[in-house]
């Protein structure tokens, strides 16, 4: 099992752009998650999905959009990127009836 | 909106020592967990509690969960430089459904 993957790696965005993180995972987890960690710092909840078709809002939505149609996918939208948005995002996911969130390695978005 | 402040923020001290971290929040957790991140990657879970008073053994790591459910420590025994990272609680509330991230504490063991 790959587990939790996320791409790009690393992306330079400038204001006013738009762009999808990719997050997928293959161990047929039902929730899955979006955080945002600026430097040093604890992670915060933008979005989250407990199963395919349903997604809501966490403690950072704005300016983010998700989708989950299948299972396995769940990618995070930036439509108009500001510097604010300039962070390290993370996916996650989780079995239901476990504690346990599986983290990907990461995207680091810088916003210019 | 729930906060988990840890403390301290950053503590640098030498291989072989001992040391503490405390999580610390006025609302009640159903569960509480404990992250370490490394550098560039993802966190990586240490430990869940659930219990009131819980208290669980790593090898090297001791984690307690208070009475009250609301608050944590992480006790390192004879500190090693594979212990270096960021540490990070996170407690579920309700259904736990969504995790809040304390603040995060970066820990440095040198030679």
């Known amino acids: 099992n790959a587990g939790v993957t996320q791409t790009p790696k690393f992306r330079i965005l400038k204001i006013g752009q738009s762009m999808t993180l990719q997050c997928t995972q293959d161990m047929n987890h039902n929730y899955m998650y979006w955080y945002r960690q600026d430097p040093g710092m604890g992670l915060k909840l933008i979005y989250y999905?407990?199963?395919?078709?349903?997604?809501d809002k966490g403690e950072v939505p704005n300016g983010y959009n998700v989708s989950r149609s299948t299972t396995e996918d769940f990618p995070l939208r930036l439509e108009l990127a500001a510097p604010s948005q300039t962070s390290v995002y993370f996916c996650?996911?989780?079995?239901?009836?476990?504690?346990?969130?599986?983290f990907g390695p990461g995207t680091r978005l810088t916003v210019t | 909106t729930q906060l988990l402040e840890q403390s301290p923020q950053f503590l640098s001290i030498q291989e072989g020592e001992n040391l503490t971290v405390y999580c610390n929040s006025s609302s009640v957790f159903s569960s509480l967990q404990w992250y370490r991140q490394e550098p560039g990657e993802g966190p990586v879970l240490l430990v869940t509690v659930v219990t009131g008073g819980e208290v669980k053994k790593l090898k090297r790591l001791t984690f307690q969960f208070g009475d009250a459910r609301k608050d944590s420590s992480l006790h390192i025994t004879a500190a090693q430089p594979g212990d270096t990272g960021l540490y990070l609680c996170?407690?579920?509330?309700?259904?736990?459904?969504?995790?809040?991230f304390g603040t995060g504490t970066q820990l440095k063991v040198e030679l």
């Open positions: 999905s407990v199963g395919a078709g349903i997604t």
């Open positions: 996650a996911s989780r079995l239901q009836g476990f504690y346990e969130q599986y």
């Open positions: 996170a407690g579920a509330a309700g259904g736990g459904n969504k995790l809040t």
